[in-house]
């Protein structure tokens, strides 16, 4: 096997968390390859091009922290930037730190299994490349494996059919065309407004309306720019020890919202609802765990929607009812509500009467047929394990992931899984990841996992592996925590609930990204208490 096929570590994926990886590594004098399905890098932020696509954290926290010449330098023209923006600060970066020489583009890693004798994997891809790493890391991302839904005769539609999370890279062009937006989450609620701009008409099909707020996204001003570049080292620290890893732009109040006047409870949530963001969702401390407090933001919320809606019936319909505010992925938007006050755009409820089919020209429900020139599924993920699982993974025994986790994901602190020695996962299930800003976890995970490969090579280990008493604790506390709060009560993706078939848990971690981070770096400091750390056969048979 030539040289560069056996290496220090693989990593799956070139988007935020496996190009920062390859940096740290490399600059750790680990030899790395690192494996992307696409054909640049970006990962999320290569994939999902559709229309509107912005990501709903701020700029000034989605973005890397570690190198500080990066972070002064870089200049986001909006608050909230758009995919086309940091698709090109995920360019510069790979660029900027010569990143793009150990990556192999257009290559999907199809298979790893691990060789206990010699306790390295055994990689393939789909180019029939065969590579041999001691770590194996993927860094794959949460939401990277599109759901394809279910509906009969998908492939029978002969018009244009589109997923959000796998955009054709040139601009579509709705101009003069009957368009079906199918899916209401927070993909959708980001491109209707922009499609139904475009579109001579657009009808939307809504299974379940999704609570969205409104964004209020601006141009970046110099005066905003420098409040955060001039304090950078403070407000990232303050983002690593907070519960979400970002800074909200309205403090949080630390009282029950069953525990202020009515009066008060209308200003908190008016003054959040103007500041737009997140904010609103944590306006009060019990607003996520107590159904009654949740009930007070919700129905103001609904308020809203009926404001701002001018067909009651279509505003009825969008004012969700069955889930706790924010128990799904809070969405933010722009103009979205207003969208359904153009004469070109209706709604459709397809909770009451399923999509029954699609038809060569449009699709059929509830005894009508509508005709289409393009269908825009924005129909979700198969998120946390989905991409994990695509992969054939082999562990010790010939143990596949797939087996391992058919009850749903084991992980110790979401990083690792008995049975599969060094194997980490990157913002894995049972980590904070998607219930975080991803870029405070993505850093957090990446530095955590090479210092670990820093100390097992200094101490000559040649494995490392989640113990099953550690992991068995851990997946229960995960659960635990989350069953202190309303999110199990909604049949979200954390929840696995999207999925046809798949275990119903809920998969982040909700303990807070400081606290974790607390945790990891105990764990780290005992000398990897919960994890077993093995020399080579080599020094065991020399050691004998
Ligand atoms: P999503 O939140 O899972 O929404 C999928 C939508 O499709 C839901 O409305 C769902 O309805 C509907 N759907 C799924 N299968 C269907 C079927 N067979 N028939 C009819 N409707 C169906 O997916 P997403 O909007 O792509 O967002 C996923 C996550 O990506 C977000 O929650 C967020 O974390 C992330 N994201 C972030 C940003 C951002 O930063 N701005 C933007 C986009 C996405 P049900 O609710 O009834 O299942």
Request: with cysteine; aromatic share 10%.
């Amino acid at each position: 096997m030539s040289e560069q096929n056996k290496v220090d570590a693989v990593v799956v994926g070139a988007g935020f968390s496996g190009l920062y990886l390859l940096h740290l590594l490399r600059k750790n004098g680990f030899s790395t390859r690192v494996f992307e399905r696409g054909d640049d890098v970006g990962g999320t932020w290569y994939w999902n091009r559709y229309p509107g696509a912005r990501c709903d954290v701020e700029s000034m926290q989605y973005s890397y922290s570690f190198d500080e010449e990066l972070q002064q330098e870089w200049r986001w023209p909006e608050k909230y930037s758009s995919q086309p923006e940091i698709l090109a600060y995920l360019q510069h970066v790979a660029e900027r730190f010569d990143l793009r020489k150990d990556i192999t583009l257009e290559t999907a890693v199809t298979s790893a299994h691990y060789d206990e004798a010699a306790k390295r994997w055994d990689i393939e891809t789909d180019t029939g490349e065969q590579v041999s790493a001691q770590f194996f890391i993927m860094a794959t991302g949460c939401i990277s494996t599109a759901n394809m839904p279910n509906i009969p005769n998908i492939d029978g539609f002969t018009g244009n059919i589109y997923h959000t999370g796998n955009w054709p890279h040139e601009k579509i062009d709705f101009t003069g065309q009957r368009v079906a937006v199918i899916g209401t989450g927070s993909s959708a609620i980001q491109s209707i407004p922009v499609i139904a701009a475009e579109a001579a008409h657009l009808t939307v099909f809504q299974r379940t309306p999704h609570w969205t707020v409104p964004a209020r996204n601006v141009p970046m001003t110099d005066e905003y720019e420098r409040s955060w570049k001039d304090d950078y080292a403070e407000k990232r620290a303050n983002m690593r020890g907070s519960m979400s890893g970002s800074l909200r732009a309205v403090a949080p109040i630390d009282v029950s919202a069953l525990d202020v006047t009515d009066e008060e409870r209308e200003e908190a949530y008016r003054e959040r609802w103007a500041a737009g963001g997140m904010t609103l969702l944590r306006s009060y401390n019990d607003l996520l765990t107590s159904n009654e407090a949740n009930e007070t933001a919700a129905s103001w919320v609904r308020q809203r929607i009926k404001a701002t809606v001018n067909d009651p019936k279509t505003a009825e319909l969008l004012a969700p009812k069955t889930y706790p505010l924010g128990t799904k992925r809070l969405c933010l938007d722009t103009d979205y509500y207003e969208t359904y006050n153009r004469d070109n755009v209706d709604l459709v409820d397809i909770a009451s009467a399923p999509i029954d089919r699609l038809t060569a020209t449009g699709l059929e429900t509830g005894g009508r047929t509508y005709e289409f020139d393009s269908i825009v599924l924005a129909t979700g993920f198969d998120a946390m394990t989905g991409t994990l699982l695509r992969v054939d993974i082999q562990g010790r025994g010939g143990l596949t992931l797939k087996e391992k986790w058919h009850a749903g994901p084991r992980t110790y602190l979401g990083l690792m899984t008995e049975g599969f020695p060094n194997l980490f996962t990157i913002t894995g299930p049972g980590s904070p990841s998607v219930k975080s800003n991803m870029l405070t976890s993505i850093e957090q995970h990446a530095e955590w996992v090479t210092d670990a490969l820093i100390r097992l090579r200094d101490q000559n280990i040649a494995s490392m592996e989640a113990e099953r008493a550690a992991e068995d604790d851990w997946t229960d506390h995960v659960q635990e925590v989350a069953d202190q709060t309303l999110f199990p009560k909604a049949n979200s993706w954390y929840m696995g609930a999207n999925i046809p078939g798949k275990p119903r848990l809920f998969m982040p971690y909700l303990g807070g990204v400081g606290a974790y981070r607390e945790r990891c770096d105990e764990i780290a400091a005992a000398g990897y208490e919960g994890f077993r750390l093995e020399g080579s056969e080599a020094d065991a048979a020399a050691a004998e």
